[in-house]
């Protein structure tokens, strides 16, 4: 349609995008609610409602040109990104049935880090530990963050501990699978290795498509 471009801005169009990827996770949630007797349903039940809240958020962020609001969606993002990788490790540890990681003293360990991280994004302005004072608005209306200390040193580690750590998991368990399981466990590390590729060629700077999305 001649003249689209000029209606629709480049972040009202990923948004658009964004809230559209959503369709084929929520397919997945659908999915693991019908079977949630299943081993790992309930993890799989939690990653896709990450998955889907951290694609929302965003464009929520960005279809919104309201500071404070865009500031809100930045934090409900970081919680759906925790969501998401609490719920993966947790399908990995359910799939290769380590039920031990279930005990309330491991939950709650793992769990400090979203804690900390909800408490210091939404008092950053106080400290700017999670994003610097560099985090600018830009003539759009959009904010573009800054990564602080905290961000780097603590929230980015976890994810990538937690996400290495499933990893680790499901390639224990490739040792010993065959027939379908081993096919199972193929698809769920084809999974995370493109997921988990896209977000270092994201955060080194080498595919960053435009400030506007990321994939921490």
Known sequence: IEGYSDMVSTPDLWAIVLTLVTIPTIAVLWGA???K???AAYPLALFSVGVI?????????????????????????NLFVDMTVFGWFYVAAEYTQRDWLKQPKYLLAIGLVPIFDQL?????????????SQTRVTTEGILITAPGPYFWYIHAVW???????????????????????????LTLLGGQAVGWTSSI????????????????
């Open 120 to 132: 210091l994004g939404w008092t950053n302005h106080l400290h700017h530990l999670m994003y610097t």
């Open 159 to 185: 994810t990538y501990l937690f996400l290495a750590l499933a990893g680790v998991l499901l390639l224990d368990e490739l040792r010993g699978a065959s027939g379908i399981y081993r096919k199972q466990c």
């Open 37 to 39: 007797d299943k081993r």
């Open 53 to 77: 809240g951290w694609s929302l958020s965003i464009a929520l962020g960005l279809w919104i040109k309201n500071h404070e609001l865009t500031r809100a969606s930045v934090n409900f993002r």
């Open 201 to 216: 060629l994201w955060l080194t700077g080498v595919t960053a498509p435009n400030e506007y999305v990321d994939t921490v």
């Open 33 to 35: 609610i019908k079977n």
